[in-house]
């Protein structure tokens, strides 16, 4: 039975209003604080914090690529490593599309292409959102107590256990089976998975760190670290991204990653400053990933120049 990619249907519920929402609110914010975040315009030596940060950011998509091969062959794909990287970095653009799981739906057609069954296919996405999630989570305590998040957060590792795990991704399964249309039904036979893949978690903090680290350049360039500290802007960092990736119908979490840091460090530092740190990474985030897709889809294009 051949996977076929579906067509695209709007989103139901409210899943596209979360997302209009959110970026309506931080449009707003934008509009009422415009000149203030004009005014921050970077001197030379933030416009090099920018393009290093945007350095960063680039190596944190082949790190995320690396994790998402290291899941796959937990899973028993054992694909090459610099295909599958490449695969990942160059589907990555995708999410920006309306829906933001077409990164997911290409990944699995590909997948599909070299032989994996859908079951797996469908499992490696899933598990490689959960993943990021989770890693995500264990880095919010660094921002303190914050009200028991910094407690709670963390307890999200307590999904690995595999009689949790298992259950949960056999309802993933079903739902994202349903959303990709796939008439095979030996997509739905969810087979449960022996032990945690605590390998491809380890390798997600250093792609969260990386970008972070990008994320940092925007802050240092444009706002004061010792108002709230490093802690306290990487776990609304953390919890932000993840709930940009975890929102239905927020592509690329636009909208949502913004909205929710603005609310975690509002009153703590200036909403100018916020925004201005926020459009910047943005801007790095986009670029980044399309230097990262574009410098895999040149090396496509000259390979076989090189090999002839």
């Known amino acids: 039975m051949k996977w076929k990619l579906p067509r695209w249907r709007p989103p139901g519920g409210l899943r596209p209003w979360v997302a209009g929402i959110s970026l309506l609110l931080v449009l707003l914010a934008l509009?009422?604080?415009?000149?203030?975040?004009?005014?921050?315009?970077?001197?030379?030596?933030?416009?090099?914090?920018?393009?290093?940060g945007l350095a960063l950011t680039v190596v944190a998509q082949w790190a995320n690529g690396l994790a998402w091969w290291a899941l796959?062959?937990?899973?028993?794909?054992?694909?090459?490593?610099l295909e599958m990287v490449q695969l990942f970095v160059r589907t990555n653009l995708l999410k920006y599309l309306p829906g933001g799981v077409w990164h997911q739906v290409d990944r699995v057609r590909l997948l599909r292409q070299r032989g994996a069954s859908g079951r797996r296919a469908l499992l490696s996405v899933l598990l490689e959102a959960l993943l990021m999630v989770i890693a995500a989570f264990c880095l919010v305590p660094f921002g303190g107590l914050q009200a028991g998040l910094g407690v709670v957060c963390p307890l999200a590792l307590l999904l690995l256990r595999p009689q949790w795990l298992n259950r949960l991704l056999e309802r993933l399964?079903?739902?994202?089976?349903?959303?990709?249309?796939?008439?095979?039904?030996?997509?739905?036979?969810?087979?449960?998975?022996?032990?945690?893949?605590?390998?491809?978690?380890?390798?997600?903090?250093?792609?969260?760190?990386?970008?972070?680290?990008?994320?940092?350049?925007?802050?240092?360039?444009?706002?004061?670290?010792?108002?709230?500290?490093?802690?306290?802007?990487?776990?609304?960092?953390?919890?932000?991204?993840?709930?940009?990736?975890?929102?239905p119908g927020a592509p690329g979490g636009l909208g949502v990653f913004e909205l929710v840091l603005l609310a975690r460090l509002s009153g703590a530092v200036p909403e100018a400053e916020v925004l201005a740190v926020l459009v910047s990474y943005r801007l790095i985030s986009v670029a980044a990933e399309l230097l990262a897709a574009g410098g895999v889809e040149l090396d496509r294009r000259q390979r076989p120049s090189l090999q002839s």
């Open 31 to 52: 509009w009422s604080h415009g000149q203030e975040v004009l005014a921050l315009a970077p001197d030379q030596r933030g416009w090099a914090l920018l393009v290093f």
């Open 72 to 81: 796959l062959r937990w899973l028993q794909l054992p694909l090459p490593l």
């Open 173 to 247: 399964l079903r739902s994202k089976r349903k959303l990709l249309q796939d008439s095979d039904e030996e997509a739905l036979n969810f087979e449960p998975l022996r032990g945690a893949p605590w390998q491809p978690l380890l390798l997600e903090f250093p792609f969260l760190l990386l970008r972070f680290s990008g994320f940092a350049c925007c802050v240092v360039c444009f706002s004061s670290v010792a108002s709230v500290g490093w802690g306290s802007w990487l776990a609304g960092f953390a919890l932000a991204w993840s709930m940009g990736l975890v929102v």
